[in-house]
């Protein structure tokens, strides 16, 4: 291993910086070296592209420093692969003196900015701290620039995708409340709770493409039906991410299927790597499921969906979550409501 990366969750602002490096030059990790201190960086490396993008799906970092080409190194193919999982994530290539189309095609692929050689620490750090602070700003404008309209129509499109199925009638709507209901009891900033309550609405929004015979078969799916049918997180990201408020709302969406130890889908995600709100839209997505008829079997009562959950907690699920939620069920005093209507 010849290079670094960081490991804090991207929305912890205080140093040090977690910077994943990847480089097979050591002339990068030198840079950083020549802060006798070691500056505000934390650095984690990563000789190459498949082991960039295993890290990408273990850890969270504030930053990705990327040498653009060599012989292990896809600069291009890696952007695109980060910026699809983690949106969040700023990707920075390192070109060459004079590389000015190499520049061009790294912003092409989805990268937050370019650096050529040779590196100095006092340009390097200004390029690091620029950019982490453009995409916070970008972040944030997602929750400037929302407006009603916007909400109302993912309201009117996560009931059209409800309506695919008999069985599914409301589920959005029970999935929302449900996750809502744990946020609160986590005590998530306002922000953080309207963004889970968009994704909540919208989860299985990627549904519109899987065909309505597979959606409410009675029986047992095929490989292949399984297959169509984990395909709707991806898809339904790739709907939202396309408005630019909605990013962040669509990677939850991406990964409200994934486990804590990587068996879930479609990226494989695990641990932290996976967006806290997902992890809680997994749980309350799970809940309903397991208490609502579906066409190949009955529902389940919530004493028996609430120990599933535990049983699978720090497998499947965040245990933390989890117990959180079990609050929230201790405190609902009717059990007959329609979380529970098979109690």
């Known amino acids: 291993m010849n290079q670094c990366v960081i490991a804090l969750p991207f929305n912890e ?184 309550e968009l994704a909540a609405n919208v989860h299985d929004v990627g549904k519109i493409g899987t065909p309505d015979a597979v959606l409410a078969k009675p029986g047992k799916l095929t490989a292949d039906e399984w297959e169509c049918i984990k395909k709707h997180p991806g898809i339904g990201a790739d709907i939202l991410a396309g408005i630019d408020e909605l990013r962040e709302v669509a990677n939850i969406v991406r990964h409200h299927h994934e486990h804590l130890d990587g068996s879930g889908y479609p990226d494989g995600l695990n641990g932290e790597a996976i967006p806290f709100l997902a992890r809680i839209l997994t749980v309350a997505d799970a809940f309903e499921s397991m208490t609502a008829d579906r066409p190949y079997r009955h529902a389940c009562n919530w004493e028996d969906a609430l120990a599933e959950l535990r049983r699978t907690s720090n497998t499947q699920f965040d245990a933390q979550i989890v117990e959180s939620f079990a609050r929230v069920l201790e405190r609902k005093a009717d059990i007959k409501s329609p979380l529970n209507k098979a109690a």
């Open 13 to 196: 602002p205080q140093t040090p910086v977690h910077i994943l490096l990847v480089d097979d030059d050591p002339e990068i990790q030198a840079v950083f070296e020549e802060s006798p201190d070691g500056g505000d960086y934390r650095i984690t490396m990563a000789s190459g592209t498949d082991e960039a993008l295993d890290l990408v799906k273990a850890h969270q970092y504030h930053i990705v420093l990327c040498n653009l080409r060599t012989q292990q190194i896809d600069g291009f193919g890696l952007t695109r692969s980060i910026c699809r999982i983690h949106p969040q994530m700023p990707v920075v290539l390192v070109t060459e003196f004079g590389d000015r189309d190499a520049g061009r095609h790294a912003l092409e692929a989805g990268a937050s900015d370019f650096i050529t050689k040779p590196l100095e620490l006092p340009k390097l750090h200004v390029t690091l701290q620029n950019n982490i602070q453009r995409k916070r700003i970008e972040m944030r404008k997602f929750y400037e620039q929302r407006a009603d309209v916007l909400f109302k129509a993912i309201r009117a499109l996560a009931s059209a995708i409800d309506a695919k199925s008999y069985y599914t009638g409301r589920h959005s709507d029970r999935v929302t409340e449900l996750s809502v209901e744990i946020g609160q009891e986590m005590q998530l900033d306002d922000q953080s709770l309207y963004t889970l």
